[in-house]
């Protein structure tokens, strides 16, 4: 936390609905210096998606919508550009709908936005792909599902939220973003910028809308343990129910997206991995083959804290992925020796696509894998290749938005030293680009003679 800045958190490693661990720390305010308890409300942004995706399938369990059918058999007067659009594109971020355009994030003024209003101004948004062609992470057709679900219930979706999602489940304190009401127990939010801490105040959180079912849940981190002992039941959703919102969706070109419905979602290891994170900070792991879940809320506006993933690896329950991905690639890779490792450990500076800073190459399991340490504390394994190069092997899990997104693969990055370079150093290859270096700077204080 102190390495990042992040001004409050809570906690829990949950198995069989009960807490193994849990815990908090920091501060909720730290202007009034109100610390993290049991009870502080926390924003989880777009962990909210995979609860709108279960209030979806509670009126598929009820027979009153389908998922493979046009919307626009929900929605009259959808544009004719959605025709092909159904209730599964839009879980899956497939349908072609934009990020944040039809909110007009660029020009919004503070006011309640009524939800036929949101609707309204994300029918206006061009499709960026037709259906089913690609995976784009779209708040603007995660609220269109919000609108679905209010327009079949005949209730507000705050209302069918709370009746059908946040009571069943004991969520005694969860509720949706509401600007004008005052929430007891409310964590501020707060964003880093150029190093410091301030607080956030993005258009997300000063304009109130009466539709957001993106990404507007607020819950303590009692809620989010009760909300994680009803998905590991059936006290809402059926086994087949569950088992479609865990399944990657399939595009139609044949090639899974690896997010299912409100899930990031692979199998690695032989085991299920499911994961979403949220632009608050807010980190949701959950691997149901161990019964495990591991939950972090954080109030700061950043992501990729990885604080799920580290938890996991110190209570030994990560899934091998590496063994996997060897197993695809034992043509390329191979085992390096003691002597190729030990030249390459020390302290580096490096300068890789814009970003600069120093890490250290380190051993593992007696010299035999090596590891660069970032200052972040993301830490990426080095595989040798046979052409005497070294994979950039960074683990996906879990899955993030950014990384997904961006399509960059593990595999596409790799390290080639400079022949005769002293000091040492190796250049960073993207797709054959040079795209940044390394360069050693000093000796690891266990390897100096």
């Not at 958190?9 to 815990?23: D, W």
């Not at 009870?39 to 919508?65: E, N, P, Y």
């Not at 032989?270 to 149901?288: I, M, T």
């Amino acid at each position: 936390m102190k390495r990042q800045n992040i001004p409050g958190l809570a906690y829990a490693v949950v198995s069989n609905g009960k807490p193994l661990l849990r815990g908090n720390f920091g501060y909720a305010s730290l202007e009034y210096k109100v610390p993290v308890s049991d009870s502080s409300r926390f924003w989880i942004a777009s962990i909210s998606k995979h609860m709108t995706c279960v209030a979806i399938m509670l009126l598929k369990q009820d027979g009153v919508l389908e998922l493979d059918v046009p919307i626009k058999t929900y929605l009259h007067d959808a544009p004719e550009t959605w025709d092909a659009i159904t209730i599964r594109h839009l879980m899956t971020h497939t349908s072609g709908l934009p990020n944040y355009e039809g909110n007009a994030r660029n020009n919004i003024v503070p006011k309640k936005y009524s939800a036929d209003e949101i609707y309204s101004n994300i029918k206006k948004d061009s499709l960026l792909f037709n259906a089913g062609e690609q995976f784009s992470y779209s708040d603007d057709g995660m609220n269109v599902l919000g609108y679905i679900i209010h327009k079949i219930s005949g209730m507000s979706f705050n209302e069918f939220m709370q009746k059908h999602i946040f009571d069943p489940a004991k969520m005694q304190t969860a509720y949706l973003m509401d600007q004008v009401t005052i929430h007891p127990n409310q964590v501020t939010g707060y964003a880093l910028i150029d190093g410091k801490v301030v607080s956030d105040r993005n258009r997300a959180r000063i304009v109130d809308v009466e539709l957001i079912s993106a990404g507007g849940v607020f819950a303590s981190i009692d809620d989010m343990i009760h909300w994680d002992a009803a998905l590991n039941t059936n006290l809402l959703l059926t086994e087949e129910s569950k088992t479609m919102m865990y399944t990657p969706y399939t595009l139609n070109n044949g090639k899974q997206t690896g997010y299912g419905f409100g899930w990031f979602t692979t199998t690695m290891d032989n085991q299920l991995v499911l994961f979403h994170n949220g632009a608050s900070g807010v980190e949701f792991l959950k691997l149901p083959d161990n019964d495990l879940s591991i939950i972090v809320l954080i109030n700061q506006r950043v992501t990729n804290k990885f604080f799920a993933a580290g938890i996991s690896d110190i209570l030994g329950t990560t899934p091998d992925e590496r063994k996997d991905y060897i197993s695809k690639h034992k043509e390329t890779i191979v085992t390096a020796k003691k002597s190729d490792i030990k030249p390459l450990l020390g302290h580096y500076k490096f300068t890789i696509s814009g970003n600069k800073g120093e890490l250290s190459a380190i051993p593992k399991e007696e010299n035999t894998r090596l590891i660069l340490n970032f200052p972040d504390g993301q830490s990426i394994e080095l595989l040798k290749l046979t052409d005497g190069s070294w994979l950039f092997y960074d683990t996906t899990f879990p899955l993030d938005r950014e990384n997904e997104i961006a399509g960059i693969g593990q595999d596409e990055i790799t390290l080639t030293k400079v022949k005769n370079s002293k000091p040492l150093t190796f250049n960073f290859l993207f797709k054959g680009e040079i795209i940044g270096n390394m360069e050693k700077i000093g000796e690891l204080e266990s390897t100096k003679n």
